[in-house]
């Protein structure tokens, strides 16, 4: 079965600092790869997704993600935290092209000023 | 466009009551899907719908049960709410299924069982 793993429910960085949010997949197929945002008593939205034109995926909000076949990993990045970069966020796989989402189990990014 | 909306924001029942959230989308998208969020689980997908008039188990279902009469709504219903159904209930719609195919989500309904 096709899982997604999150390293780290909890992740806390300093103003200004790199995130780094770690994504591992499980996938016997090409995977289908998104990260959502879901800030606080809100629902999730799409910071960005997989869509094989490129490895290294730009998404909202100067977050990007590097797909990495030979590690199965999916992780996002951001070169500087803001304050308002605190939230919970979702790595998903969709295991196939009709597939539906599997989510991780979500890590909370805090930012210290 | 009001995108994904759910009804209700917040509800306590009692055990044993039953409810019924209501999802609507105006994206005149094909499927609609119900997912619960709890604590340190991440979302799991109670039940979803490929179009009108279908619907399907997810990876949680046990307890509730859908219907999509119309197009553009989804109902999640449950008959006799336990404690264990406390949770944050997000809905989520898409227009086709598609590999890169974003899902969009409501706000969320906020459930408390007693």
């Known amino acids: 079965a096709q899982s997604v793993t999150q390293l780290g429910s909890h992740v806390s960085v300093s103003e200004g600092a790199l995130v780094l949010l770690r994504c591992n997949y499980s996938s016997s197929v090409p995977p289908y790869l998104f990260w959502y945002v879901q800030y606080p008593n809100q629902g999730l939205q799409l910071l960005l997704k997989?869509?094989?034109?490129?490895?290294l995926v730009k998404g909202i909000n100067g977050f990007e993600a590097e797909f990495k076949k030979s590690e199965t990993s999916f992780h996002l990045t951001k070169p500087s935290a803001h304050m308002s970069d605190a939230a919970e966020y979702f790595c998903?796989?969709?295991?196939?092209?009709?597939?539906?989402?599997?989510f991780g189990k979500g890590t909370k990014l805090s930012v210290k000023p | 466009n009001a995108g994904v909306t759910q009804t209700p924001k917040f509800r306590v029942l009692k055990t044993g009551q039953s409810m019924t959230l209501l999802c609507a989308q105006d994206m005149n998208h094909e499927y609609m899907y119900w997912y619960r969020q709890d604590p340190g689980m991440g979302l799991r997908l109670i039940h979803y719908?490929?179009?009108?008039?279908?619907?399907a188990k997810g990876e949680v279902p046990d307890g509730y049960n859908v219907s999509r009469l119309k197009k553009q709504n989804f109902l999640l219903g449950l008959e006799s709410a336990a404690p264990s159904q406390t949770s944050v209930y997000f809905c989520?719609?898409?227009?086709?299924?598609?590999?890169?195919?974003?899902?969009?989500f409501g706000p969320g309904t906020r459930l408390t069982v007693l």
């Open positions: 997989y869509t094989s034109a490129a490895t």
């Open positions: 989520a719609s898409t227009g086709l299924a598609g590999a890169y195919n974003e899902q969009f």
């Open positions: 719908s490929v179009g009108e008039g279908t619907t």
């Open positions: 998903a796989v969709k295991p196939g092209s009709q597939g539906n989402l599997i």
